[in-house]
């Protein structure tokens, strides 16, 4: 069964991408940036996952979270590490991947190195992401595959390269069917001064994004 699950941003850009990017991978995904049309819009009672971007106000959040989980108690909220389409997709399915806290998946911010338990042999996806422009209303970002390769079972060390820079920089991990995304370096203290502080009834001044996925793919 194909899970559902609804993106809220302000970037349109970004949250269609990521939408796209779902679809492809078996999930059934919308994105919207009207806040106040979310619970008239949308079926909250039958999401999976909702998913807020870092530009969506604190008070909006907080109302969305408690509208949404009075029709549904299951649903799981993801909070956006960065305005980046394909992080956003891998940290949804981190979400549905199993426990996150279960060690065999780690990032080691003190040596800037993903550490893996593995405990057969399993493909191992290791991606960088990074912003490159916060100007509003569509930041800009780059990406770098740092490792595909198959490993044997047991643990390994993967260091990040020094072009990851320091800050607004994620790191994704895929280890056979298990997801995983990091902070690398947090997002600069401007760009997070930046985040209105909105009624939750009023939409944000963009173009409306409202894109509802019809069916799923895969």
């Not at 989980?69 to 979400?95: P, W």
């Given at each position: 069964m194909s899970r559902r699950v609804l993106i809220i941003g302000r970037s349109p850009g970004v949250i269609l991408d990521a939408a796209e990017i779902l679809r492809g991978r078996g999930f059934h995904a919308d994105a919207t940036n009207q806040f106040d049309e979310v619970m008239t819009q949308y079926d909250t009672a039958s999401l999976d996952i909702v998913v807020f971007?870092?530009?969506?106000?604190?008070?909006?959040?907080?109302?969305?979270?408690?509208?949404?989980?009075?029709?549904?108690?299951?649903?799981?909220?993801?909070?956006?590490?960065?305005?980046?389409?394909?992080?956003?997709?891998?940290?949804?399915?981190?979400?549905v991947s199993g426990s996150a806290d279960d060690g065999a998946v780690a990032y080691d911010a003190a040596r800037r190195s993903v550490r893996l338990t593995l405990p057969e042999p399993a493909r191992v996806v290791v991606e960088a992401w990074w912003g490159t422009s916060f100007a509003p209303p569509e930041p800009t970002s780059t990406s770098l595959r740092v490792l595909d390769a198959r490993f044997e079972a047991g643990d390994h060390v993967v260091p990040l390269p020094d072009a990851v820079p320091a800050v607004a920089s994620f790191v994704t991990v895929s280890a056979g069917a298990t997801v995983r995304a990091f902070t690398v370096g947090a997002m600069p203290e401007a760009v997070t001064r930046l985040v209105p502080t909105g009624d939750p009834a009023q939409p944000p001044a963009l173009p409306a994004v409202r894109a509802v996925a019809t069916h799923s793919f895969g």
């Open positions: 971007g870092g530009m969506v106000p604190p008070g909006t959040k907080q109302y969305l979270r408690e509208e949404i989980t009075k029709d549904n108690e299951r649903v799981t909220f993801v909070q956006g590490f960065g305005g980046i389409a394909g992080l956003i997709a891998a940290q949804v399915q981190a979400a």
